[in-house]
């Protein structure tokens, strides 16, 4: 899963897509066949930054970015991905080709919920403490992976309950979303224990600041423990990636399946 942030204000890469108040389609488009070409099977389109501490956008706003894009790549051969925890924009975006609804507050809007039950796009619901405005305060577990999985776990079934297939449904554990250094770690090292029957893992781990914490090296130069990471998370149960660097992606990934050949 290719990264495409349509924001100003993402950790990573915020302003490359989107700047001085508007979306530069022609440098989306290129960075979109560009992942796609690499070996991105879906892009994943994000209007508002969910960075630690990161300020709120309205849902008109996060449409004016997003909408835009949906529409400029129609065409390409790849399932169109929304980044939102708002419902009025999960519905725009489905009406606008998205194929998948990425949602960080794991199914918490009942709204968005019915909105992808009556379509009949992919649901990734992901494990959050708190929000992007308090999620790094302090977060506290008992037993992180367990409570990671038992959130999943409920958050699977009240979207069964709401109508949306099994084979929809996709979860993340939320890397770095109300985790400590040590809570990412665990989560890592238990990733097969967050499954809920059948489903996917998706997973984000790309330039996170668990990267920065444990090699202590800025965003732009966390790619080789970017790396690191997403060959750990293949080996331990993710079926599905989350990266911004996708060609160095796909290698790693195709080095690890050449060697688990039979």
Known sequence: MGVLNITPDSFSDGGKLFA???VDLDAVREQAMAMLDAGAAILDIGGESSRPGADVVSSAEEQ????????ALADLDAVLSVDTYHAETAAAALAHGAGMINDIAGGRDAALVATVAASDAAYALMHMQGSPQTMQNAPAYQDVVA???????QRYELCRAAGIAADRLLVDPGFGFGKS???????????ESVRVQSCPILVGLSRKSMIGLITDQPVAARLP?????L??????????????????SADVLQVLAAYAAD
Do not use: C, F, K, T
């Open 64 to 71: 004016r970015r997003v909408i835009p894009v949906l529409d």
């Open 20 to 22: 001085d108040g508007a």
């Open 231 to 248: 060959l750990l998370a293949a080996q331990n149960g993710a079926d599905l990636i989350r990266v911004h660097d996708v060609q160095a």
């Open 225 to 229: 423990g970017s790396l690191a990471a």
């Open 181 to 191: 250094l040590e809570h990412n770690l665990a989560l890592l090292r238990g990733l």
């Open 147 to 153: 409570e990671v999985a038992d959130y999943l776990r």
